[in-house]
T-cell receptor, first 109, second 114 residues
Framework: RKEVEQDPGPFNVPEGATVAFNCTYS??????FFWYRQDCRKEPKLLMS???SGNEDGRFTAQLNRASQYISLLIRDSKLSDSATYLC??????????FGKGTTLSVSS | DAGVTQSPTHLIKTRGQQVTLRCSPK?????VSWYQQALGQGPQFIFQ???????QRGNFPDRFSGHQFPNYSSELNVNALLLGDSALYLC?????????????FGAGTRLSVL
């Protein structure tokens, strides 16, 4: 079983739609949780950290359920510029980042 | 403030050759991590350097080695290249500032092994 598993993509949505990505992780000792965004042939960039209490940054909301070992990302009012691959990331022992395979989002007009 | 810089941007090698990739961390960062990203996959952790020592290592063979210099810059060396080593190699730097240990990535080196 992979350490971090994400919804298979791609997700194709119209502008203005709400889209949710889910992720599960296998190591209950995981300590830090993130969503990174990666544009085609570019480097990953931190979108947001994820906290147990849930957190919001503009149109983006992230949730963490430690009991279920589940992380989610909700994007409201999708923009064309949101088209990218979204990577679910956890840290376990040490500070190495463990990435999921990524979920591709395509927003169309 | 320069971010994480990597060189070269692209590289073509043949099987059996050796390659060295370079990384300069973001100003103020003292920790460098290296990742390999194959096409269609998420990045995979190779190793991390702190205070010129390998602090943590992922599941990669000994053909992958590294070094960190006193100025915190780092090199990744891969010996006896295989076709399967073709990938985007990402360097990330981090440092304890503002609480969380956030890793910032360079643009990567795209390695093709023929």
């Amino acid at each position: 079983r992979k350490e971090v598993e994400q919804d298979p993509g791609p997700f194709n949505v119209p502008e203005g739609a709400t889209v949710a990505f889910n992720c599960t992780y296998s190591n209950s000792a995981s300590q830090s949780f993130f969503w990174y965004r990666q544009d085609c042939r570019k480097e990953p960039k931190l979108l947001m950290s994820v906290y147990s209490s849930g957190n919001e940054d503009g149109r983006f909301t992230a949730q963490l359920n430690r009991a279920s070992q589940y992380i989610s990302l909700l994007i409201r009012d999708s923009k064309l510029s949101d088209s990218a691959t979204y990577l679910c990331v956890v840290t376990s022992a040490g500070t190495a980042l463990i990435f999921g395979k990524g979920t591709t989002l395509s927003v169309s007009s | 403030d320069a971010g994480v810089t990597q060189s070269p941007t692209h590289l073509i090698k043949t099987r059996g050759q050796q390659v060295t990739l370079r990384c300069s961390p973001k100003s103020g960062h003292d920790t460098v991590s290296w990742y390999q990203q194959a096409l269609g996959q998420g990045p995979q952790f190779i190793f991390q350097y702190y205070e010129e020592e390998e602090r943590q290592r992922g599941n990669f063979p000994d053909r992958f080695s590294g070094h960190q210099f006193p100025n915190y810059s780092s090199e990744l060396n891969v010996n006896a290249l295989l076709l399967g080593d073709s990938a985007l190699y990402l360097c990330a730097s981090s440092g304890l500032a503002g609480g969380l240990n956030i890793q910032y990535f360079g643009a990567g080196t795209r390695l093709s092994v023929l």
